[in-house]
């Protein structure tokens, strides 16, 4: 299990030579790496001791500064937990698009299968009735 710690002792943390600061709920010691920090270190020393998520999201740090996070972590912040809006966010995605209703489709050429024995059976009477009868006078 990681070490969690409250926001009041990362606070202590806030001098140059011993510099933590909290991202998304993570502890991070980044005494080591504010010299090398490509924005500067004068950034990182601006948030230290602080929970710097506002700051690091508004950049809009790249993917490769997300993962050189992971090398300075030393645990989490007591107490967080996400929020409510992520909550919100995942359950969202877990519902399911409704189902769309395909319309009935009526078979094709319904009417003709009806008329077109009518007409035969009608064509035979009018044979056997009328012309029939007339033809053997
Ligand atoms: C402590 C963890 C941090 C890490 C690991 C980190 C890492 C990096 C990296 C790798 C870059 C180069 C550009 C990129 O890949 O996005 C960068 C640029 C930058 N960072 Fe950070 N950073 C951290 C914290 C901060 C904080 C707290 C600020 C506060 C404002 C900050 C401000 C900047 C700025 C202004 C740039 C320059 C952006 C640019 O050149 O367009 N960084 N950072």
Known sequence: MSAIYSL???????????????VEG???NVTTFAADHPGGERA???????????????????????E??????????????QTEEKVVEQQEELKQEPVTQVPVQKP??????????????????VYKFVIAPQQKN
């Open 8 to 22: 009041s002792e990362v606070e202590k943390h806030n001098v140059k030579g011993d510099l933590w600061l909290v």
């Open 26 to 28: 993570k502890v991070y």
């Open 44 to 66: 990182i020393y601006e948030e230290a001791g602080k929970d710097a998520t506002e700051a690091f999201n508004d950049i809009g740090h790249s993917e490769a500064a997300h």
């Open 68 to 81: 050189w996070l992971n090398d300075y972590y030393i645990g989490d912040l007591e107490g967080f937990a």
């Open 108 to 125: 094709k050429g319904s009417v003709l299968r009806v008329i077109l024995p009518a007409i035969a059976v009608a064509s035979i009477l």
